[in-house]
């Protein structure tokens, strides 16, 4: 029996990179899933292609999830289609690295605008629909405990999200929605490749000090995510798992 079969997700972030690998997980394990972008329409429509070519169901949905309307509308899109939601994966983020002196307006409000209001604004409208044994998970990072030089804006979302998976948990725990984190150390990703991580002094001197040995990829947390969604994990609320190979 497929672990999600009946229920229906909403992933944010899924046309790449880790929330493309989530989406795919839960639809193979029967979730109906929406696949959000914001402009990488081509990639979303391949994954809701994969999806579906596997015998699955799957939308794509443009939505800026920084934008009140759109989080409202991606989500009206998921009841509208499938009738229901089960799992919401807050996963769309945005990553730039800085130093103290470099820090701008644009570079902190660009990175909390969807790290952090996006994945209010998008719970907000999901909290609505999602019924007892709902499922949250929140994509945070293992760069609030290992505080790279140069990260001070992109660390500040994640330890932000961090709080609010606490601050949810609590909240709709009475509701019988369960909140969780994941948090990845690096992943193989458009992104991480995009910006020069992938190849970089960084990437190396965090395989060193990974007792797996290896950086991680997108299939790494689909696994876990799908565990989180699922009623295996239905005794576990405000945690924050860490994925990195054993790395801290
Ligand atoms: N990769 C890593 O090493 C790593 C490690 C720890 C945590 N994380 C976290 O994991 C998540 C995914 O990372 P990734 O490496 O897979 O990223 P990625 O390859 O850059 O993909 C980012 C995804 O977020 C979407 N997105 C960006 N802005 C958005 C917005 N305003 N509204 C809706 N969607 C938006 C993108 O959509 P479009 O393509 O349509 O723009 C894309 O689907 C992020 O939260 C990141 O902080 C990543």
Redesign the pocket.
Known sequence: MSKLAGKVAVV????????AAIARALAAEGAKVVV?????KA?ADAVVETITAAGGKAIAVQ????KAEQAQGLIDAAIKEFGRLDVLVN?????EFGAIDEITEEHYHRQFN??VL?LLLTTQAAVKHIGEGGSIIN?S?VVTSMAPPATAVYAGTKGAVDAINSVLANELGPRKIRVNAIL????E????HSIGVIGSDLEHTTVAQTPLGRIGQPDDIARIAVFLASDDAGWLTGERLTAAGGFR
């Open positions: 944010t972030g899924a046309s790449k990179g880790i929330g959000n972008y914001a402009s990488s990639g939505g800026d999830v920084s996963n769309s983020g945005v990553y969807v790290n996006g994509i990072s990845p150390g690096i992943i990703t458009e992104g991480t």
